[in-house]
C-alpha cells in the first residue's frame, strides 16, 4: 500500500503561508526572470490561465482581475517543502521525495483499518504546523496512489466531478468494487500517471477513453499494441505493484536551462551563462555517479520578441571518454557555443544538458592503463570543488570564463516575496 502526500498549488500555497490577504485571489508564481507563470491558484485557473502563461499576456489581469503576480521564491518553496516532507515521512515506515510537493509514503505494516485516519492526521499536521494544504491519495499500488490523489483534488476543485466524501484523502483499498468502478469509469484515461497525451490520443482513437475501458483490455495487448510500460501501467491499475518505492533511477538526462533576464548578444557574456549551466550539470551528474558521454548546448531567442530576427540552434559535443570533470564538459560546451553563435542575435535562452550517461562505476573498471592516472588526476580536483562547493555554496568556486560575461543574463525578481523562514534579515513581523 502506498500514500501520495501532495501539496494543493504549492508555490502559491508558501506565498499565501505568509500573506495571508493572498487568500482567495487570484494569483500567480512568475518563472526565474518573471517570463511566464509557473503556479498557479485555483482561482486564476477559474480566470482561464494556463500553465506557461507569459506574463505580459495576462498582466492586464492585475488590473481587471485582482491577480497578484510574484517571482519566484525557491528559497522558500524549498525550505518549506523540507518541513511538509518531514512531517509527511511520519505517516509510513518509507518515503520517497518526488518532487518538491510530492512524496510516495510507503505503508508496509501499516494496520488497514487505520491508514485512513492516519492521512487525515499528517494532513492535518501538515497544515497546522506549515500552511500549506495537502491532498492524500491511497491505493495499492504507486499508479493508484496517484490517482487516488487526482481523485482528491478535483473533488475539491470542480465540485460535483466525484463524491464529495473522497475530497482531500481518498482511499481507494476502502471502497468496493462497484464504488471503484464508477470512479474508473468517469475518469478519463489521459489523468493516469504516465500516459502522457500522445499515449492517450491514440488509446481514445481506438475507442479507449476512461480508465475502466483500457482495464479491460488484455495484457498480452496493451503490450504487442503499445509497450512494456503501457503494460505495467496496466498492471499497476489491477493492482499489481510494478514500481516500488526507491526504484526512481538515476535520471536519463541532466539539464540546465534558463531564461535570461535581459537578452544576451555578446559570446562572452554568453559563454559565462553556458559555464555556470555546465558546472551545475556537471556538479549534478558526480552526485547521481554518472558519466556523461555527449554535451549539449542550445541558445535562442524569445518567440514572443517579434521583432527580433529569430534564431535556434542546439549543438551535440561527444566527450572524447565519458567523465563527470567539470572543465571537460564546460570545455565541450563553450565548443559546441562557438560552433552555434551567431553575431547580432537577442538571445533569450539558452542551456546545458548532459546526455548519455553512464554508471560511473562501471565505466571506471574499462579504462586503460594509462587513462588511470589522467581519470585519478580529475577525480581528486572534482572533490575539491565539490567540498568547496557544499561548505561555500554554489559560485563560491567558479571557472574562469564564468567571470567573463557581465552576467547581465541573470535572473530578474522584482516581485519576490522575503525568504520569510531562512534569513533572519527577511522574517515576517507581526505588529499589533
Ligand atoms: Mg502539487
Known amino acids: 500500500m502506498f500514500a501520495l502526500v501532495d501539496g494543493n498549488n504549492f508555490y502559491c500555497s508558501c506565498e499565501r503561508v505568509f500573506q495571508p490577504r493572498l487568500q482567495g485571489r487570484p494569483m500567480v508564481v512568475l518563472s526565474n526572470n518573471d517570463g511566464c507563470a509557473i503556479a498557479r491558484s485555483d482561482e486564476s485557473k477559474q480566470l482561464g490561465i494556463k500553465m506557461g502563461a507569459p506574463f505580459f499576456q495576462i498582466k492586464d489581469l492585475e488590473r481587471t482581475a485582482g491577480l497578484v503576480a510574484l517571482s519566484a521564491n525557491f528559497t522558500l518553496y524549498g525550505d518549506m517543502s523540507a518541513r511538509m516532507m518531514s512531517l509527511a515521512a511520519e505517516m509510513g515506515p518509507e518515503q520517497e521525495i518526488y518532487s518538491i510537493d510530492e512524496s510516495f509514503i510507503g505503508l508496509a505494516g501499516v ?50 466531478s466525484y463524491p464529495v466524501r473522497l475530497g482531500k484523502v481518498c482511499n481507494l483499498v476502502d471502497l468496493n468494487d462497484r464504488q471503484r468502478r464508477l470512479l474508473y469509469e468517469n475518469t478519463a484515461i489521459g489523468e493516469v500517471w504516465g500516459i502522457g497525451r500522445r499515449i492517450s490520443k491514440q488509446l481514445e482513437s481506438s475507442g479507449v477513453e476512461t480508465i475502466w475501458q483500457f482495464m479491460q483490455l488484455d495484457a498480452g495487448t496493451v503490450r504487442s499494441r503499445w509497450s512494456v510500460v503501457l503494460e505495467r501501467t496496466w498492471r499497476e491499475l489491477h493492482g499489481q505493484s510494478c514500481i516500488s518505492i526507491e526504484e526512481a533511477a538515476a535520471k536519463k538526462e541532466i539539464a540546465h536551462t534558463r531564461s535570461f533576464g535581459h537578452p544576451v548578444t555578446e559570446i562572452t557574456e554568453l559563454a559565462s551563462a553556458i559555464t555556470e549551466f555546465a558546472t551545475r550539470a556537471a556538479a549534478k551528474a558526480r552526485k547521481q555517479n554518472s558519466n556523461v ?140
Open 293 to 432: 558521454g555527449q554535451v549539449l548546448v542550445f541558445a535562442r531567442t524569445s518567440p514572443f520578441r517579434v521583432k527580433d530576427t529569430q534564431y535556434s540552434r542546439s549543438i551535440v559535443v561527444p566527450l572524447s571518454r565519458p567523465c563527470a570533470d567539470t572543465l571537460q564538459i564546460t570545455s565541450a560546451a563553450l565548443a559546441g557555443l562557438k560552433r552555434l553563435y551567431k553575431p547580432g542575435i537577442n538571445y533569450c535562452k539558452a542551456g546545458v544538458m548532459l546526455l548519455d550517461l553512464q554508471d560511473a562505476a562501471i565505466h571506471q573498471s574499462e579504462l586503460g592503463l594509462f587513462d588511470i592516472e589522467d581519470a585519478e588526476k580529475s577525480k581528486r580536483l572534482m572533490k575539491a570543488i565539490d567540498a568547496v562547493t557544499d561548505r561555500f555554496g554554489h559560485g563560491s568556486i567558479q571557472l574562469g570564463a564564468a567571470l567573463l560575461g557581465k552576467k547581465k543574463w541573470e535572473k530578474r525578481q522584482e516581485r519576490r516575496t522575503p525568504h520569510y523562514t531562512t534569513s533572519l534579515a527577511e522574517v515576517a513581523i507581526a505588529r499589533a
Open 111 to 160: 494496520r488497514k483499518t487505520e491508514i485512513t485516519q492516519r492521512a487525515w492526521d499528517t494532513r492535518t499536521k501538515i497544515l497546522q504546523w506549515t500552511g500549506i494544504p495537502t491532498c492524500v491519495g491511497i491505493g495499492s499500488t504507486k499508479t493508484l496512489a496517484k490517482l487516488a490523489n487526482y481523485i482528491a483534488k478535483t473533488t475539491d476543485r470542480k465540485p460535483g
